[in-house]
């Protein structure tokens, strides 16, 4: 892009957006432009205003629109595809710059010539969008999240009504969510159905869903039936538990059975693009301890494309793991918190990392001992959660590293990482 251009803002909404053009001496021409979606002739004016835009004032244009998470990238492959330079911006950076106008002003074709003002600047940060096989990955790990935090609001309820109807019943299954405890649930809901059932109903039930043998179904129903009885003394079961139980159950199973269906998705998608970039990237990330298959690719899936990074920092500003700092004059906040800003399935991944990173395996040897002792140090003068939120800082140092070296994951500790340093800039 040369150094004037035509700006050309893009306010995007679901079936239209408006779309303003300013020269590079910030004077905008004519009136906001409607596009409409739907409607190819829309479409195409859109792109013959832009172009006749250039060959008027002889200078190349430049496209801004938002990121809106869905509704930008049709568009943006349009224009893209008709030959135009787009680019697409976060949301906080114009929302940085809502004070473009003393008067309180938002609608529609006011945020379009904010935008194309705002695209003017030389050095305006834009993104990188990813090729169409990451956001393929990156759409079915987040589904795989929303359908897992469905699933866990179920589970929550189902829990919260086994409490009152039921309280005992917890206390025989490890989990309210296990096959055989589904399977029961599904066929009785309340004590009394549970009495009533029959010793050879239950076992039947427990023998066909759990892995153990007889002996282990009939020491489970004795305890089922112990919980029932103990019901009658405490526990208030109405009837409308027995909906509210059938409905949560089978809720869950269905949830499953979709979440086992998007994991055969993304693993089957990884394995089609086993030649490529970005599955060579996730290979690498699996080699950090406590980065399993899945959380791997979501870090990947989440970070698109990792040539827009340069440097640690913005890694932890993507992730919304940056301090959110507050200071004006003389006042400095002492009470500093992540921002938040990125991407929050990102962030569940780093926490996954950090959290097996820190612990230790059944031997009792810990997992990463280098973020391990950073972790126990910090814990001395610090809370446990500022603690965490340090391993997760020093995970994102970990994954900047892999991927910009190009290396599997190896422990180094921080006097070595200053040896190796001064090497290297001895070398130099």
Avoid: W
Avoid at 128 to 154: F, G, H, K, Q, T
Avoid at 204 to 231: D, S
Avoid at 282 to 297: C, D, K, N, Y
Wanted: with cysteine; charged share 20%.
């Amino acid at each position: 892009m040369s150094t004037l251009f035509i700006s050309v803002g893009i306010d995007v909404g679901a079936d239209f957006s408006y779309m303003s053009i300013a020269l590079p001496n910030q004077t905008l021409i004519g009136k906001p432009f409607k596009i409409v979606h739907g409607n190819l002739n829309s479409l195409e004016k859109a792109v013959s205003t832009i172009k006749e835009a250039e060959e008027l004032h002889s200078m190349k244009a430049r496209i801004v629109m938002e990121s809106t998470g869905m509704y930008h990238y049709p568009l943006f492959c349009y224009l893209r595809d008709k030959g135009l330079c787009v680019a697409v911006i976060n949301p906080i950076i114009s929302k940085n710059n809502t004070n473009m106008n003393i008067r309180k002003v938002s609608n529609d074709k006011f945020d379009s010539k904010k935008l194309a003002l705002i695209g003017l600047k030389p050095d305006l940060k834009v993104s990188i969008v990813p090729p169409e096989a990451v956001l393929d990955l990156r759409n079915l790990v987040r589904e795989y999240y929303n359908l897992m935090d469905s699933r866990v609001a179920y589970v929550n309820k189902l829990s919260g009504i086994l409490k009152v109807s039921f309280p005992q019943y917890a206390s025989t299954f490890s989990k309210n969510t296990t096959q055989t405890s589904l399977a029961l649930l599904e066929m009785f809901q309340s004590p009394a159905e549970f009495l009533a059932a029959g010793e050879d109903v239950i076992v039947g039930v427990i023998r066909k869903t759990a892995r153990f043998g007889e002996a282990y179904a009939k020491a489970k129903y004795q305890a089922i039936v112990e919980a029932a009885n103990k019901a009658n003394a405490f526990g208030h079961f109405v009837s409308s538990n027995s909906v509210q139980i059938r409905l949560c159950v089978s809720f869950i199973k269905k949830y499953d059975e979709e979440i086992a269906e998007i994991l055969s998705l993304i693993r089957e998608h990884v394995k089609q693009h086993e030649d490529e970039d970005f599955v060579r990237q996730i290979r690498l990330i699996e080699s950090i301890p406590g980065a399993g298959f899945l959380t791997a690719v979501t870090v990947i899936a989440e970070i698109g494309d990792f040539s827009a990074f340069k440097s640690p920092k913005q890694l932890f500003a993507y992730f919304g793991l940056d301090p959110a700092v507050k200071q004006s004059g003389k006042f400095v906040g002492t009470y500093v918190k992540m921002s938040k800003r990125g991407s929050a399935v990102a962030r569940r991944a780093i926490h996954r990392i950090a959290l097996v990173g820190i612990g230790v395996n059944r031997k009792g040897v810990a997992n990463n001992h280098v973020l391990r002792d950073g972790y126990l140090a910090k814990c001395k003068s610090k809370p446990k959660m500022v603690a965490l939120g340090v391993a997760m800082h020093k995970v994102c140092n970990i994954i900047f590293a892999i991927l910009r070296d190009n290396k599997e994951f190896c422990i180094v500790t921080p006097e070595e990482h200053i040896a190796n340093y001064q090497a290297a800039k001895s070398a130099a």
